[in-house]
């Protein structure tokens, strides 16, 4: 057979050589050592937690080397395309700062010297490769129709034995050249397929920097290179591209592990280099007592969106999705307390083999810590910004009052032991909402939350004598030792011990006289520091609430 004749039959338009993209791809110019690594989406969907996480790993082990993170997009499944996908792979790197050296920067312009960065601009480049290994012999057209390929499944499977094109059942690969001529004349549509040289009883060594060596059986079957409308298969883009983008690691969810030994015979075949390999463990989290996989239908915060809408820093899931990485994150935590979770050094091979367990508690708590940790001033910016999207009657009030709601969110921050109230933005409005008048207001002539125990009689008593003592420029020690001395005068006792030792003697204990004050400026019986919200309140808003007829 004249291969070369054959290669330009199939392929006739193409006249660059592989060699023409080795020359026009050189090797990167990076010092020892810096990796070189993608984040390659298809964009058929909108951005998922495992995606965010497989590109937050390549970006940092690549920068941490000082090596490049490019961004490429696989859109070869056109069938599968969805609109606006593209876009939002974008936003999303963005908004969790993932910053990428190359690659497309929107759906149709990119940066970088070893593009083009999207797959289906790539036609002529794997057509090149692939009109090569037609004149090596290596690869060959197959006129085999569905319905064809689903008759030998049958057969094989009644046969149990391997399914798929290989062996005797690859029908094609021996196909003579007055054949293929004979079929392609009668516009029969085909597939491009690698002849495989793999001998399933021959076992190949996959090394993986997760998984650490794991050997697979060689892979015996022609898989398919183009399809019929000639778009390569993910198998052959993959080789092509991760070889002239000079990958040097190949980081992508474990799903693709078992596909190994194929790549690894194509990367050979084509005369590449294989790039290191490192899987992640698919994400899961615990339903009950069993290990599952995060499922898009069942599990919100699969979605990236979810962590958007409901409010939470990015930089939280950020930090969680770093701290689900290596194992010792927690202690580098500790030991680095300022320090951007990014400058913590990631190490492929410390990661869990068993799977990342995903805990949406775990998330909550560092996303607390993290909140309490920012200045007031942030907490503002950040929860406007927030607003703004996604609650705009909020936004209103807080750019409206932004002073007042700087000083509430100052209440018990910027101290030792800051508060830990706020796990995400859409937790924020229940725990400030009374400080505004008009919400108050609402809320109060929809009915009070006095405490049940004490009369209504009570409750006036308590908030006259006290409006009387009150002085706004009081500190909190004595602010708290007027509290103490109107509860012990009204016969409330000062504390629990000495409540529980004669309970007859009292009505109550000082709490309840805090909390009569507490729901009097803000209908909750649960707020902040009482003294610091009176202070952040005002003088004049704090009478009026307090003198108000709550009848
Ligand atoms: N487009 C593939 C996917 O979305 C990328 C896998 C890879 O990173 O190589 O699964």
Known sequence: MDYTKLADLLLPSIDKTPEYYSNLYPERNLKQGAMVTRYAPSPTGFQHLGGVFAALISERVAHQSE????????????????????????????????????????????????????????????????????????????????????????????????????????????????????????????????????????????????????????????????????????????????????????????????????????FEMLGFTAPKYAHIPTIMKMDGTSKRKLSKRKDPEI?????????????????????????????????????????????????????????????????????????????????????????????????????????????????????????KWLDVKEHIEYFFDDFYKNSISAGTNFPEQITMEDVKIILRDYIAIYNHCDDADTWFSRVKELSEKLGYAKNGRVYKKNPELYKGLISDVATVIRVALTNRTQTQDLYEVMQVMGEKRVIERLSQDFL
């Open 303 to 423: 979605r990236v969106d979810y962590y958007k809408t409901e409010g939470y820093p990015l930089i939280s899931v950020t930090e969680y999705l770093v701290n689900l990485v290596n194992s010792n994150f927690q202690e580098w935590r500790s030991a680095n307390v300022d320090e951007p979770c990014t400058n913590f050094n990631i190490i492929l091979e410390n990661m869990s083999k068993s799977g990342a367990l995903f805990d949406i508690l775990k998330l909550n708590d560092m996303s607390k810590d993290i909140i309490a940790a920012m200045s007031a001033g942030t907490v503002y910016d950040l929860y406007l910004a927030w607003a703004k999207e996604n609650d705009t009657a909020t936004s209103d009030i807080l750019t409206k009052h932004e002073d007042y709601a700087k000083q509430i969110f100052n209440i018990e921050r910027e101290n030792e032991k800051p508060r830990k109230d706020f796990v």
């Open 67 to 266: 090596g490049i993170f490019y961004f490429r997009v696989e859109d070869t499944d056109k069938k599968r395309e969805v609109v606006g996908a593209i876009e939002d792979s974008i936003t999303t790197l963005r908004d969790f700062g993932i910053f990428f050296d190359e690659g497309m920067v929107d759906s149709n312009s990119e940066k970088g010297a070893y593009g083009p960065y999207k797959q289906s601009d790539r036609m002529e480049i794997y057509h090149a490769f692939v009109k090569d290994l037609i004149k090596k012999g290596l690869a060959y057209p197959c006129f085999c129709t569905e319905e064809e390929l689903n008759a030998t499944r049958e057969i094989q499977q009644e046969q149990k034995i391997n399914t798929g094109y290989h062996g005797k059942w690859a029908i094609h690969r021996n196909a003579t050249f007055d054949e293929i001529t004979d079929n392609l004349a009668k516009g029969k549509p085909f597939v491009i397929r690698l002849k495989s040289p793999g001998d399933p009883n021959k076992r190949v060594i996959c090394n993986d920097l997760i998984k650490g060596d794991i050997s697979m059986p060689e892979n015996d079957q022609d898989i398919v290179l183009l399809k019929t409308n000639g778009l390569p298969t993910y198998h052959l883009a993959h080789a092509v591209d991760d070889h002239l983008m000079r990958t040097t690691h190949v980081i992508r969810g474990e799903e693709w592990f078992s596909s190994l030994p194929i790549h690894l015979q194509l």
